[in-house]
């Protein structure tokens, strides 16, 4: 017997059904629902759970009522989607109803469902291969990294030049306005205070250094050790733009001696290393590595790419919503672990969702096709999967495994980690379906010499 009474559309990728429970199922689950009343219920009068059904049903009619609407709206819920065969994206929303003993329960569920859209069974894309062995200049580059990190500043009686380094002071003027005497009473805003004053600070920099001041290297360079440079520099004070004057004071210039690349320096790096072959033959891995990773990221994005060219679709508004709040708060939260104070400081939220907006939707897009994907080709996350990720996910939040595996079951998200380890596999299984051809390494028959092996 069927419980959809009608179904319609009413948006995109939006229906809403209306579905009836039968008279004789209200009021059995109503007799299991006034029961429990009553085994919990005090009422004057009589002993705890010994009270008359009816006068049970009386006094907490309205209560038990809506206890039995939401004891049965799930269960035919169920019954009904798996009638009609809906597939849903989000939670579905049921209007409130209250169940009356004797009566068919009717209530409504509006429900996103997935858009229609046929996923044929090529799994073929055209996708990049790039190349991951490391080119001599590669690992000059690395090499010339590792020098740098090696390197040592030793003084020189020169001027300073780009790329030298500086040490000395910096004198700020006063902020035009400022007056001292108001400061030193303005006890509650000692900062602003502070910054619209005088000061010294010391100063220790390579020029060039982009976080610097250009107006420091510009300055800088040229100077020798006790010779002295003044600048002024813009900077804005409640919204107004004023001229602050500088003067800085050379103690110090520095060279970067880098060392020499022979099989002494190479053997100092590391036990494993002896010579600069060796140096160079690890940093060629490290630079293979990073090129593979770096090709796996280039032919996963080009990956799905190809899938949202291929089954172009239009997603409900409340999915892509739901994918850019996700997409916010896990931006919050890298803000938050670098330290960023959400009390001092506003985010610009409705210009942060606008932005993040059209990435959410290729997002929604991408994660809907692989999950169809999934679903036709039975690809699932094994158990295996499931725990080596949960090591992961513990170490990175400094835990372990089995109360992070708690706390994600409690907030449901155990579940969806398995959706994304599903996507996970999904994705491997299509890139290994569409993996370059490998590059032959010889003639593989060609039988040995005499005297080989």
Known sequence: MTVVVSKRDVGVCRQEFEIEVPAS?????????????????????????????????????????????????????????????????????????????????????????????????????????????????????????????????????????????VRGRIHRAAMPGYVPEAAAEDADNDDANDHRGPATHDIDLELGDERAWPELTDNLTGLSAGQKAAFDRTETEDDVERQRDYEMEVDEVLERKLPDVDDDWASSLAAAIETVDDLRRQLGEQVHAQKVEQAGQQRTDALLDRLRERYPVTLPEAVVEREALQMARSYANNLARQGFDFEQQQLPWEQLMEEIRPQAEKRAHASFLLDRIARDDGVEATAEDLERALEIMARGRNTNRGRLRRELERDGGLEMLRVELRRDRTVQALLAANAPPEEPSGPADEPAAEGDG
Do not use: H, N
């Not at 059995?28 to 004057?44: G, K, N, S, T």
């Not at 609407?69 to 009904?80: D, G, I, N, T, V």
């Not at 597939?87 to 329960?105: K, R």
């Open 25 to 165: 199922e209200v009021d059995a689950e109503y007799l299991r629902v006034a029961r429990d009343y009553r085994r919990r219920a005090r009422i004057d009068g009589f002993r705890k759970g010994k009270a008359p059904l009816d006068l049970v049903r009386q006094r907490f009619g309205g209560s038990i009522g809506e206890d039995v609407s939401e004891r049965l709206a799930p269960k035919y819920w169920q019954r009904a989607s798996e009638e009609d065969g809906v597939q849903a994206m989000l939670p579905p929303s049921v209007a409130p109803v209250q169940a009356v003993p004797g009566q068919p329960l009717r209530f409504t569920v509006t429900v996103d469902i997935e858009p229609e859209v046929e996923i044929g069974d090529s799994r073929s894309f055209e996708l990049p291969q790039p190349q991951t062995e490391p080119s001599e200049a590669e690992v000059d580059q690395l090499l010339e990294q590792v020098r740098l990190q090696r390197s040592t500043w030793v003084p020189v009686e020169r001027a300073a030049a780009r790329g030298d380094r």
